[in-house]
């Protein structure tokens, strides 16, 4: 099992940019395909963007394509999401997740991953 502490959320203004983090524990951190979601009040959990075990692939939601950028760490056990030009609509509780063995496929909806972190609160003002 892996244990998973997101960290960095915060208020930043429209156009600003913010640095998730995402610290993993208790298995070998490379072993996991990584991703970040976030939910909105009312809605359901959805993909922004996701890495491969080694970090070689990346790929991205369309709504935060070019703006956003994930990146990991393994000799951290730490997977980032810089996200930057934020907007009002990026306003969310977010959600690093971890997959056991994950190949270079794209896992881009919950139901693949298999362990979750407790989320950090985004707000872009406008």
């Known amino acids: 099992q892996v244990q998973l502490v997101e960290s960095g959320g915060g208020l930043v203004q429209a156009g600003g940019s913010l640095r998730l983090s995402c610290a993993a524990s208790?298995?070998?951190?490379?072993?996991?395909?990584m991703g970040w979601f976030r939910q909105a009040p009312g809605k359901e959990r959805e993909f922004e963007a996701g890495?491969?075990?080694?970090?070689?692939?990346?790929y991205y939601a369309d709504s935060v394509k070019g703006r956003f950028t994930i990146s990991r760490d393994n000799s951290k056990n730490t997977v980032y999401l810089q996200m930057n030009s934020l907007k009002p609509e990026d306003t969310a509780v977010y959600y690093c997740a971890a997959k056991r063995m994950g190949s270079i496929s794209i896992y881009d909806t919950p139901t693949e991953y298999d362990y979750w972190g407790q989320g950090t609160q985004v707000t872009v003002s406008s």
């Open positions: 890495i491969s075990r080694s970090g070689a692939r990346t």
């Open positions: 208790g298995r070998t951190f490379s072993n996991y395909a």
